[in-house]
């Protein structure tokens, strides 16, 4: 487990990794669903996360989009708000997490 400066841990890359995996299904549900509409669509989306120490999404944002969908962007953040990544007693965290979307 990492420390930060103030002592407090700090969520670990696995920690963020599971709940990303966990996710996984209903975050592509959501690519699948746009890919019917526009079958070409396929990129990189980088996410930026402040996960409170409560384990909620406390801020998020696009920083980085290869997909140009306007709409799917909208609906990945909405469902990626709904995460929850388990209360610890550690700092507030702010991660850069890229997610790919390719046709299976």
Request: proline share 4%; hydrophobic share 45%.
């Amino acid at each position: 487990m990492q420390r930060s400066g103030s002592g407090k841990a700090s969520r670990s890359i696995e920690d963020i990794k599971l709940v990303f995996d966990r996710h996984k299904g209903a975050i592509y549900a959501l690519y699948n669903r746009a890919l019917r509409d526009e079958p070409g669509l396929q990129g990189k989306v980088v996410l930026e996360l402040r996960i409170a120490p409560s384990g909620e999404v406390a801020d998020l944002r696009i920083v980085a989009s290869e997909l140009h969908a306007a709409e799917l962007e909208r609906k990945l953040l909405a469902r990626i708000r709904q995460f929850d990544f388990g209360a610890k007693d550690v700092e507030t965290m702010v991660v850069s997490w890229p997610v790919d979307f390719l046709p299976s």
